[in-house]
């Protein structure tokens, strides 16, 4: 007796009908997927039109800005005559502050005023961020405020910088008492910049903005009696939002480690 092989009824068919290709083309789906593949492996600037790079200029005008920014301080860079090392540093903002520094010089009285109104928003940041912590329990402002002031204890020793010249000093300027100090980077404004990030965190906006007047204030005061180069103040400003940042992640990380000891 013969056995008849049983052919499923959902079985392909190796017909020529039923074959993907037909006349030694692709169908449309299969084409399709071949034409995504292909673009997938070229470098994405091969697939930009116009259009695109107009679209890149209109809703990315930030970094298109920066870019060109980048352009024209390498042109800077490059074509600068160096400070050799017999001369005092460049600093622009002594440059720029340069009427303050001569009324503080010849006003000793007024530069111990504003170095004691320092001292007074010193105490003001220092206040806040250890408010923060002992009496509302947020420890974020001080967690940040040891990482910076121990980041900056670390870079301020590694490369000490020298004095400016012309430098104003006051024995009610913070610290207090004519006592040496770092000059990178500035505790002074990383610390405002942390007390400020804290405050918006909480919604205090005006107390925030106040912290930030007093701290452009602070600023000028401390390039017009040379106690801080420009980028001492500059990286200061980075300082107190980058170690804000880090103190938010050491919180998260202790809260996600503490979430599987208490299901244990």
């Not at 024995?171 to 405050?199: C, K, R």
């Amino acid at each position: 007796m013969t056995r008849t092989a049983v052919v499923p009824l959902n079985a392909p068919s190796c017909t020529l009908n039923n074959r993907r290709r037909t006349n030694g083309k692709l169908d449309d789906h299969t084409q399709s997927q071949r034409d995504m593949e292909k673009k997938e492996k070229r470098a994405s600037f091969m697939a930009w039109t116009a259009d695109d790079v107009l679209r890149v200029a209109k809703f990315h005008w930030v970094p298109c800005l920066f870019g060109l920014g980048l352009l024209f301080f390498m042109g800077v860079e490059y074509t600068l005559r160096m400070v050799p090392p017999s001369s005092a540093p460049f600093d622009i903002g002594f440059v720029v502050t340069s009427p303050l520094h001569r009324l503080l010089a010849a006003r000793p009285d007024l530069n111990t005023l504003l170095a004691a109104l320092n001292t007074v928003f010193v105490g003001m940041q220092t206040t806040y961020i250890l408010w923060t912590w002992l009496i509302e329990g947020r420890p974020r402002a001080t967690i940040s405020a040891l990482f910076m002031f121990t980041c900056r204890g670390i870079l301020g020793y590694s490369t000490q910088l020298p004095l400016p010249q012309g430098f104003l000093g006051s024995g009610v300027d913070f610290p207090v008492g004519n006592v040496s100090f770092f000059l990178f980077f500035s505790g002074h404004v990383a610390g405002s910049v942390i007390a400020s990030l804290d405050m918006r965190r909480v919604q205090r906006w005006e107390l925030a903005w106040t912290f930030d007047v007093l701290n452009v204030l602070q600023a000028v005061r401390l390039l017009g009696t040379r106690g801080h180069y420009t980028i001492d103040l500059a990286v200061g400003v980075g300082a107190g939002i980058l170690f804000d940042s880090l103190a938010g992640k050491y919180e998260e990380s202790k809260r996600k480690s503490a979430i599987p000891a208490i299901l244990l």
